[in-house]
């Protein structure tokens, strides 16, 4: 017997053994370090497709996570299920999206069938309660360059801008409402047709510290599904030594353009975030 003949004879035998040990287990082992040919055999052997491991996670999820295209290919021409969910409430799509990235990435994501746009409203406000003061203007004055800077618009200009431009096309943003100066956070719009609201509560920092002020900016995040006033996603980012750090201006033509780049900064991790939490 030739050593190709020997080898195929030994991986059949190697298949069939761990099928009559544990059909499931092999299946999604096999799944998870993306060896086609073992799943092939396995699930023609009669092992079950929706399988699932302790984190609730069936062989097409593992083979998405693990970036393994050709395998997720081959399971779903088994019949797998891609709206299966783990029990973070992900399928292979999104274990996909937010375990891989690059090229691997496109290429299982290509693989699966895209999810519906998520269809959401934004309402974004800002908070004066941080500008305290300037060096260089009366606290009027300074209350009227901020109203005039329009934080929210900002921040969920720049989120738009990024839904649209990076974001994959997964969320649609249905309306979009900016409400300017606020006193309290801001309140969803009512859903209409979207599945979820987004709130943003932006809140600029200004104060004088000897010669020049001191310039910051943290943005609150709460995302609700229609229906609910139960947050499904809240977050700050920036402010505090963790996310932007405070920035010293001499003149108050910088204010509008650091406030611009912080935006710009956290749009992603806003969209992401509120992307992972929309599609559990």
Known sequence: MG????????????VLASLAADPGK????????GDAAAVKNLTSSGARLEIKDKKGRTPLMLAAASGHADTVKLLLEKGADPNARDKDGLTAYSLALFSLSGSERDAVLAALPK????????VSGWSPENVVSSCFL????????????????????????????????????LAV???????????????DNATAAIALNVRP??????????????????????????????????????????QSVTNIGQYQPFLEQWA??????????VVKALMK
């Open 3 to 14: 050593l190709f003949l020997r080898l195929n004879v030994l991986a059949a035998m190697s």
């Open 26 to 33: 092999a299946l999604l082992s096999a799944a998870r370090n």
């Open 115 to 122: 999810p519906a746009r998520v269809r959401v409203n934004l």
């Open 138 to 173: 009366s606290r009027e004055a300074l209350a009227n360059l901020m109203t005039s800077i329009h934080p929210d618009g900002l921040v969920s200009g720049a989120l738009i801008t990024y839904a649209r431009t990076s974001g994959m096309d997964l969320v649609e943003i």
């Open 177 to 191: 409402e900016t409400r300017g100066p606020m006193t309290g956070p801001a309140s969803q719009l009512p859903p």
């Open 205 to 246: 920092g200004t104060s004088c510290v000897r010669d020049s002020d001191n310039l910051s900016l943290a943005i609150d995040v709460r995302v609700t599904r229609a229906g609910s006033q139960s947050p499904i996603f809240e977050k700050t980012f920036g402010g505090g030594l963790r996310g932007l750090h405070a």
């Open 264 to 273: 710009e900064a956290h749009a992603a991790s806003i969209y992401w975030g």
